[in-house]
């Protein structure tokens, strides 16, 4: 049996920051992101680990929208997600929230997860779920991998906190997400690795499942601290923009956001000029 390193000691908000960000911003200029290898880390709630080439992408909504369409969800449809009830449990206070447009890109990210999960129940998909997680952690810094954690970074440095707040309350806050963000990508890693590496391979079902139980859950308590009418609009925001992708790619351009009503064709523009289409 293969334990992953735990090195969760030595990871932390500080220490990431810069790496995630770079891909993030990276990402935004057009280079591939089919790359990057996570330290071998195990979540320290998760069952043992006992298991043991695909053309890269500029698309920065490759992972969510080859996943919501089906590779490994097998057509079954869009899924879509219900903002469960916040009160927004953030151990600093806040002054003021991030814009939609940076947490609609992470609320995409979550509806991957979900689709993940759900076809973590039927081994027949196993095969795709292996090979869509290796592309997402292939290579080195510049990966899907690293982009979705960049983008929930950004959203955790714009959050503007009450100036009266004790910095080392922030400092808890801001930890307490990435924390939760890095167990997402953590499960999701052992997810990948639990799977079998061929038809034939031994693997235990309970970690298969337990892993893609641990990743969606992480992430619901990384929405769990968002006002859920912010994770509402967000929402609504991927929603109608679906609606306006014309040439279904999996992209709304600047021509393709003008079929928006005018509050969402505002949003969706800050979104490009964040992101990208």
Known sequence: NTQPTNTTATMNYSSWRILCLFALVFGSLEVPLEAFST?????????????????????????????????????????????????????????????VEYLEPVYEFQLSIEALASAAEDESK?????????RFFKGAILSERNLYAGMALTYTNQIKYDPQELPNYVKLDQQERFNLM???????????????????????????????????????????LIPSEDVAKAK??????????????????????????EEYRDLWKKRIEFIGA
């Not at 991927?238 to 956001?257: H, I, M, T, Y």
């Open 182 to 224: 890095e167990d997402t990508m953590i499960n999701l890693k052992n997810l990948m690795v639990s799977l079998p590496a061929t038809p034939t391979s031994a693997y235990n079902k309970q970690d298969v499942l337990d892993f893609a139980n641990g990743a969606t859950v992480s992430l619901k308590r990384w929405f769990a």
């Open 126 to 134: 196993y095969p795709g779920v292996k090979k869509r997680l290796e």
């Open 236 to 261: 609504d925001l991927f929603e109608v923009s679906r609606s306006a992708d014309a040439n279904k790619d999996g992209k709304v351009d600047l021509v393709e956001s003008e079929a928006l009503s």
């Open 39 to 99: 330290p071998s880390q195990k979540s320290q709630t998760s069952p043992a680990v006992r298991g043991g080439g695909a053309n890269q992408s500029s698309d920065r909504r490759t992972f969510v929208s080859q996943t919501l369409a089906g590779i490994v969800t097998g057509g079954a449809g869009i899924l879509t997600l219900n903002p469960s009830p916040s009160l927004a449990a953030s151990t600093a206070r806040v002054q003021k929230w991030p814009g």
